[in-house]
């Protein structure tokens, strides 16, 4: 079977994890700091925060951002179900957002008709690692006083008017999980240029405590900690960063190949009438961490049939990104009208894209689609 996705690990990464091992310390510790401060200078912006998970990096981002119980959050419909989720972690309201059709981003017009007295913040998500447009949006929100947090889960790696995703957000977050090019497992990151928040989302994610556990350990006299506030255990282990470094360096090697699979996916799939692939926005890169196709309203097969003739010849595709809205989890949650977003999460699905992937598996991906939109697969010349 051919995955959707298949992580780029190798020796190195299980040297790097077996080096955590054999130091003794395998909690959150000089790995974690190590990896932060390397993850926040590839980025370009001041600190890391390393926890968990992106979806605890969402949850801590939204306390930061002072957001409390009833406050409206808007967000797009169309993502991991964890974005919307986050929201409701903090006892505040989600209230979905449409997308734009061909970055399946908010865009200021998406956000401005869910706007309202109580709206404190807005979760921008870089869709599939395609970038959003930061800029534009936080003209809309800034001067409202409305807290943009940037859930750059898949965009490690994208960029955003020259410069990597995430460097212009007050708040963003990253995750680590395998599905992303860059994998630590489990994990999330969070960036921000604030010294004072950073201090505060460390602080946070260890409980509230005054002091790490690492710093304590390596105290010669007696340290007695305090809590400050009401924090949680989000912490990422040292293993896992001690991977994330190793996988950092391999960043760049990995959005070139991506970047080449993805343009020939193009090639290909531009002979099958109708059927859309993503590309670059105007005003930046995407690491095309999922590589998405829109079927036309009159493809000879559903979507869903699609997704079984895949299956059948050996493919494992996915449908396209969900839609929170129309999850039972979401029944009777404030939305506007959601036309982009339900046509595209019934309408798209994500082909296999991962380092690994051969030119034979993706004409074999191809011909699959080709067939079933009745069409002769085309050649295209080997890269
Ligand atoms: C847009 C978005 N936000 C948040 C998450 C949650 O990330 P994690 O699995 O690291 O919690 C995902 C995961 O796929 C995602 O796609």
């Not at 130091?23 to 926890?51: L, M």
């Not at 992303?180 to 260890?206: F, H, I, N, Q, Y």
């Not at 400050?228 to 912490?235: D, I, Q």
Request: proline share 7%.
């Amino acid at each position: 079977m051919i995955p959707v996705m298949r992580p780029w690990l190798g020796a190195e990464e299980a040297a790097a994890a077996a080096e955590a091992v054999s130091s003794g310390w395998i909690a959150q510790g000089p790995r974690v700091a190590e990896f932060e401060a390397a993850f926040a200078s590839a980025i370009g912006t001041g600190h890391g925060v390393a926890v968990s998970s992106c979806t605890t990096a969402l949850h801590l981002a939204l306390l930061v951002a002072g957001i409390e119980p009833g406050d409206e959050v808007v967000v797009p419909s169309l993502s991991f179900i964890a974005t919307a989720n986050a929201a409701r972690y903090v006892g505040a309201v989600p209230v979905f957002a449409d997308v734009d059709e061909t970055t399946l981003n908010l865009t200021p017009a998406t956000i401005e008709p869910c706007l309202t007295p109580r709206t404190r913040a807005v979760i921008l998500v870089d869709q599939a690692g395609m970038p959003a447009d930061l800029e534009a949006v936080q003209a809309l929100c800034q001067p409202r006083g409305i807290a943009i947090i940037e859930d750059a889960a898949c965009a490690a790696g994208s960029t955003y008017r020259g410069r990597p995703v995430g460097a212009g957000a007050d708040l963003a977050a990253y995750s680590f999980h395998p599905r992303k090019l860059l994998t630590t497992g489990e994990g999330g990151m969070l960036l921000t240029p604030s010294a004072d928040v950073a201090v505060r989302l460390r602080r946070l994610r260890e409980h509230g405590m005054d002091l790490s556990a690492a710093a304590r350990h390596a105290s010669q006299q007696p340290v007695i900690e305090h809590y400050t506030e009401l924090g949680y255990n989000f912490r990422m282990t040292d293993i896992q960063a001690a991977i994330g470094l190793v996988q950092l360096r391999k960043l760049g090697q990995l959005i070139i190949r991506r970047r080449a699979l993805a343009q020939r996916y193009q090639q290909l799939l531009a002979h099958i009438p109708g059927v859309q692939t993503i590309t670059d926005p105007s005003y930046g890169t995407t690491n095309y961490q999922s590589f998405w196709v829109l079927l036309p309203p009159d493809f000879p097969v559903s979507r869903d049939e699609l997704l079984e003739r895949l299956a059948d010849a050996g493919v494992s595709a996915r449908r396209g990104i969900m839609a929170a809205h129309l999850e039972p989890a979401y029944q009777g949650f404030p939305r506007g009208p959601l036309p982009v977003t339900e046509r595209l999460t019934a309408q798209t699905l994500i082909l296999p894209l991962f380092h690994d992937l051969t030119e034979q598996e993706q004409d074999i991906i191809v011909s699959e689609i080709a067939v079933a939109g009745h069409r002769q697969p085309r050649a295209v010349a080997r890269a």
